[in-house]
């Protein structure tokens, strides 16, 4: 299975095999509604799923970070947290965390069983709030769950410890 947007407020799941869209979600209802938004903050910018296919994570520029239960198609939950629109998400190999980046300067480790924010990535030697200096584009963590890698508007690479959330090499 793949999933992808469509027309930039759908969420569609498509079989591989078949090139069949097996189920379909209007992501964005609640923002719709209200006539302040426009579609530009409606827009996914982010996406990903467990391994298993169960759940699905949307982000856009509201902010927010959606949590969608695929056997329902429902959304079952929102994770907030950042200052500005989401970058990236990516989730554990273990399918226990989610990590997000966002143009607020932040990585973020969620636990996805209790949908709390563990940990916000900083670097104390220059900024304590911020894990670096221009918006960050993308992060993923190791297979075993030690590190988190980071790639920002800075042009620069990090590397975390995902246990201490502490920067360990740039």
Not at 148 to 156: E, K, Y
């Amino acid at each position: 299975f793949a999933f992808f947007t469509m027309e930039k407020e759908n969420l569609a799941l498509i079989n591989i095999n078949s090139g069949k869209i097996e189920k379909q979600i209007f992501v964005n209802a609640d923002e719709r509604k209200d006539p302040r938004n426009n579609a530009e903050h409606a827009t996914i910018t982010a996406l990903c799923c467990t391994s298993d296919g169960r759940y699905v994570f949307t982000g856009n520029a509201f902010t927010t970070i959606r949590v969608w239960d695929m056997q329902s198609s429902r959304m079952i939950g929102k994770l907030k947290g950042h200052g500005d629109g989401i970058t990236s998400l990516s989730v554990s190999a273990d399918n226990r965390k989610l990590i997000s980046t966002s143009n607020d300067r932040t990585i973020r480790i969620w636990d996805i069983g209790s949908s709390k924010c563990i940990a916000v990535l900083g670097d104390p030697e220059r900024d304590a709030v911020h894990a670096h200096h221009r918006g960050v584009n993308a992060a993923s963590m190791s297979r075993d769950g030690s590190r988190i890698v980071s790639c920002s508007a800075d042009c620069t690479v990090k590397v975390w410890d995902a246990v201490t959330a502490s920067c360990i090499g740039t």
